[in-house]
């Protein structure tokens, strides 16, 4: 599995050719929520609706981790479980030890979803 973010664009890239080519080419998703991933005009209008069709049409898997609060129960993101205990409560809030232990049960999760 390759694992691909957008610091992998190359400079003099056309960056919005490699994040399409990126999302086609994705099995799955990980969306690290906060106010400010949902207010991104970038995000709403052109990854988030590219991602929803190809989880309806492809299955696609999207994971998502609330970072920090946000209007994520208000989206379509909702619709799919989040990767982490309670999603009403951000990453943000946990103490260190709390952060860590989530942090390990996101990836035993999505390992466990992704695994063939």
Not at 6 to 29: F, H, N, P, V
Not at 75 to 86: E, G, L, M, R, Y
């Amino acid at each position: 599995m390759a694992l691909w973010d957008d610091r992998q664009i190359k400079a003099s890239a056309r960056w919005r050719e490699e994040i399409e080519r990126a999302l086609t080419a994705a099995k799955a998703a990980l969306l690290l929520i906060s106010q400010d991933f949902l207010d991104s005009d970038f995000i709403t209008q052109q990854e988030l609706p590219s991602l929803l069709k190809k989880a309806e049409r492809e299955g696609l898997k999207i994971f998502w981790v609330p970072v920090r609060p946000s209007t994520v129960r208000h989206t379509p993101i909702a619709d799919f479980q989040a990767a982490v205990d309670d999603p009403s409560i951000p990453i943000a809030r946990l103490r260190k030890v709390q952060r860590e232990a989530q942090f390990v049960r996101i990836y035993e999760r999505i390992a466990e979803a992704v695994a063939p």
